[in-house]
Nanobody, 117 residues
Framework: VQLQASGGGLVQAGGSLRLSCVVS????????MGWYRQAPGKQRELVAD???????NYADFVKGRFTISRDDAKDTVYLQMNSLKPEDAAVYYC????????????WGQGTQVTVSS
């Protein structure tokens, strides 16, 4: 399974970005998909995840600002990020797991998000 994330970049505080992650090599619709992030000197943390049924879960620090979605026809998961803050700057990773796995086991390469104040 390969996960290819894209969409990162430099944005001003208050701006928006949309991240995409395309999955290949397996049946995308079976996966629970997630977005994590890791800032310098900090641990990787879950941002949001979405089940194959479309049920979503968000970290408190992004609720109301970020939206995770998926398009099974395109084997793609998205993260729409609005009202970005400087503290949202990090490398964002997409991840996948099956419903039988407790942890995310398949990872993309990461995409850098930089937010200027």
């Amino acid at each position: 399974v390969q996960l290819q994330a894209s969409g990162g970049g430099l944005v001003q505080a208050g701006g928006s970005l949309r991240l995409s992650c395309v999955v290949s090599g397996s049946i995308f619709s079976l996966f629970v998909m997630g977005w994590y992030r890791q800032a310098p000197g900090k641990q990787r943390e879950l941002v949001a995840d979405i089940t194959s049924a479309g049920d979503t879960n968000y970290a408190d620090f992004v609720k109301g600002r970020f939206t995770i979605s998926r398009d099974d026809a395109k084997d793609t998961v998205y993260l729409q990020m609005n009202s970005l803050k400087p503290e949202d700057a990090a490398v964002y990773y997409c991840a996948a797991r099956t419903v039988f796995e407790q942890h995310f086991t398949r990872w993309g390469q990461g995409t850098q998000v930089t937010v200027s104040s």
